[in-house]
């Protein structure tokens, strides 16, 4: 079946935009995670989503970045007045339930200029 | 202390080589556990989940000792292909509770 996808792959901006990153979870999948990796580092946990529950935006490292899930299933990552430090690939991750393993998305590498 | 701790390594061994790396975690409620593999520039995929058996996949083997609180990851036979970076993953009790990942080790198979 169809894995986490995610869009755009590559998105070069300029400093102070705004960008939008999308993921498509797999089918059925109650959990979504957004992260971070910056080259060569670990992943950056941002914000956690559960079915119908309160997200869980305790990595956001700003209150430029912001996250929504609709429906249960397609989750945008915002970032407002991109930085040059937000330069680094954004990866989701999504699991059946929250016990389960994370399927990731291929990531969503972001520079900015 | 963070909550999930592993050696950045890198561990750089000989093509045939068993090695084996740990994994520690703080909470002692975490339930679920995972062992990820990274290849450079590419999305982690998991590797195996860890049971409270221990669980076995051909050359690898993934072992969990709660006492002590650290899960492990044992490779047999390593093969070129093996060189990645291998990521833990840990989940608490609640369904609230996130995966929380480790920050990686690095792994090296030389010919």
């Known amino acids: 079946g169809a894995g986490v996808s995610q869009s755009p792959s590559n998105k070069v901006t300029e400093k102070g935009k705004d960008v939008e990153l999308r993921c498509d979870p797999i089918?059925?999948?109650?959990?979504l995670y957004w992260y971070r990796q910056s080259l060569g580092q670990g992943l950056e946990f941002l914000i956690y989503?559960?079915?119908?529950?309160?997200?869980?935006k305790s990595g956001l490292p700003s209150d430029r970045f912001s996250a929504e899930r609709t429906g249960g299933s397609v989750s945008t990552l915002t970032i407002q007045r991109t930085q040059q430090e937000d330069s680094a690939v954004y990866l989701c991750?999504?699991?059946?339930?929250?016990?389960?393993?994370?399927?990731f998305g291929p990531g969503t590498r972001l520079t900015v200029t | 202390r963070k909550e999930v701790e592993q050696d950045p390594g890198p561990f750089n061994v000989p093509e045939g080589a068993t090695v084996a790396f740990n994994c520690t975690y703080s909470?002692?409620?975490?339930?679920?556990f995972f062992w990820y593999r990274q290849d450079c520039r590419k999305e982690p995929k998991l590797l195996m989940s860890?049971?409270?058996s221990g669980n076995e996949d051909g050359r690898f083997t993934a072992q969990l000792n709660r006492a002590s609180q650290y899960i492990s990851l044992l490779i047999r036979d390593s093969k070129l292909s093996d060189s990645a970076t291998y990521l833990c993953?840990?989940?608490?009790?609640?369904?609230?509770?996130?995966?929380?990942f480790g920050s990686g080790t690095r792994l090296s198979i030389r010919p």
């Open positions: 991750a999504s699991s059946l339930v929250t016990e389960s393993e994370q399927y």
């Open positions: 089918s059925g999948h109650t959990a």
């Open positions: 989503f559960q079915g119908n529950s309160a997200p869980d």
């Open positions: 909470n002692s409620a975490s339930q679920s």
């Open positions: 860890v049971y409270s």
């Open positions: 993953a840990v989940k608490g009790y609640s369904s609230a509770s996130k995966i929380i």
